[in-house]
């Protein structure tokens, strides 16, 4: 495996500034659940913890392939793809560590990795991604997708990496719909005897081991002009591996 080394990894604000992460995103970053939804208002710092979730996966895990979701391609270009060269860490010589190829929508790593963009412009569209395997798939704006395109993309998620388990995390306002029942307020079948869960609460359907989490995020929660940088990897005990 390639050597390890630790980058900064972190959160900047609109100006370029090492700013901290809300007390939320550090929770979510942290989160040992299969599938979570980091939902609410606008501004609440969804996106960022995203585009970090992906960052880290990339940089930590060789050879990890890692899908960013939007549901269309001009969402993607206008929304996530600038504030993800702004949130990619430089090495000593100042340079990204993840190098973009606009051919075919990827972030490279150096240690193997790749960030691959999607999008969904139609409802079958889910069909292009039929051979894909990712150790980590992120959507944002996911209540933009329909329950049948977001199991597909879910069938796509797998580690085949020893001791490192597959994620999905997902951004987006739960209003209503699949989303809410499968996140917020899941049904009597889905719950069985369970209680139903409240934010913040790790449960399993049926008391199976496909863990699910909802974190609620408010414009609030942000935390501007915080005095340092706070390092995601370095906070929860990881390393950087690259080549």
Same mark, same amino acid.
């Given at each position: ?14 100006? +370029? =500034?090492?700013?901290? @992460? ?15 939804? #980091?939902? +609410?208002?606008?501004?609440? +710092? %969804? ?5 970090? *979730? ?6 930590? $895990?060789?050879?990890?392939?890692? !899908?960013?979701?939007? &549901?269309?391609?001009?969402?993607? %270009? %206008? ?15 100042? &340079? ?5 190829? +606009?051919?075919? #929508? ?19 569209? $889910? ?14 704006? $996911?209540?933009?997708?329909? *329950? ?8 796509? $998620? ?10 999905? =995390?997902?951004? !987006? ?12 307020? @899941? ?17 399993? @359907? ?11 995020? #408010? ?22 591996? =690259?080549?």
């Amino acid at each position: 495996m390639a050597p390890s080394i630790e980058l900064d990894v972190g959160y900047v604000d609109a100006l +370029g =500034r090492p700013t901290a @992460p809300n007390p939320k995103q550090a929770q979510a970053h942290a989160s040992p659940t299969l599938e979570l939804l #980091y939902g +609410g208002a606008a501004f609440g +710092g %969804k996106t960022d913890f995203l585009i970090l *979730e992906a960052i880290r996966t990339a940089l930590s $895990v060789p050879g990890a392939h890692v !899908a960013f979701f939007r &549901r269309t391609l001009l969402e993607l %270009k %206008k929304s996530v793809l600038g504030r993800f060269h702004q949130l990619i860490p430089q090495d000593t010589r100042g &340079r990204p560590v993840l190098t973009w190829n +606009g051919a075919d #929508y990827t972030f490279h790593g150096m240690n193997g990795s790749e960030i691959q963009f999607g999008y969904c412009d139609h409802a079958d569209d $889910v069909e292009h991604y039929r051979g894909a395997q990712w150790i980590l798939l992120c959507i944002d704006q $996911v209540e933009d997708f329909s *329950e049948a395109q977001y199991f597909y993309l879910l069938s796509r $998620v797998r580690s085949r990496f020893p001791g490192v388990e597959p994620r999905v =995390r997902l951004a !987006a306002n739960p209003k209503g719909g699949w989303l809410k029942r499968r996140f917020v307020r @899941p049904t009597p079948e889905d719950l069985g005897p369970l209680p139903l869960p409240a934010p913040f609460d790790i449960w399993s @359907p049926h008391g199976r081991t496909l863990t699910r989490q909802f974190i609620p995020a #408010y414009p609030t929660d942000n935390t501007e002009g915080a005095e340092s940088r706070s390092d995601v990897l370095r906070a929860h005990g990881g390393t950087v591996a =690259r080549a």
